[in-house]
Nanobody, 123 residues
Framework: QVQLVESGGGLVQAGGSLRLSCAAS????????MGWFRQAPGKEREFVGV????????DYADSVNGRFTITRDNAKITVYLQMNNLKPEDTAVYYC????????????????WGQGTQVTVSS
């Protein structure tokens, strides 16, 4: 089975950047689509973006499109979320997720989740 561990969260000023990492265990990673979600206090979990197993296709929520970029390095068994021009409304716990394909991940119907990493953006 797949184990996911996020890292890279922290405190950053508005307009700054962070890169989150999600390290995965297991060789099945190479055949899984990987996504990012976030959840702010008092709000439901929100889809952020997804990348196909090959890395050739990505999809993003409108709220982050143009600012966030997902990449994956199958050799390192790691997926990344590069976050630029951060805004206070980006403050949330960010979760890594894995699924059979991008549609499955985007629909929030996945079985594999990381523990989350806190991102706080100050104004």
């Amino acid at each position: 089975q797949v184990q996911l561990v996020e890292s890279g969260g922290g405190l950053v000023q508005a307009g700054g950047s962070l890169r989150l990492s999600c390290a995965a265990s297991g060789r099945a990673f190479r055949w899984l689509a990987m996504g990012w979600f976030r959840q702010a206090p008092g709000k439901e979990r929100e889809f952020v973006g997804v990348i196909s197993y090959s890395g050739g296709s990505t999809d993003y929520a409108d709220s982050v499109n143009g600012r966030f970029t997902i990449t994956r390095d199958n050799a390192k068994i790691t997926v990344y979320l590069q976050m630029n021009n951060l805004k206070p409304e980006d403050t949330a716990v960010y979760y890594c997720a894995a699924g059979r394909d991008s549609s499955t991940v985007k629909a929030d119907t996945v079985d594999y989740w990381g523990q989350g990493t806190q991102v706080t953006v100050s104004s």
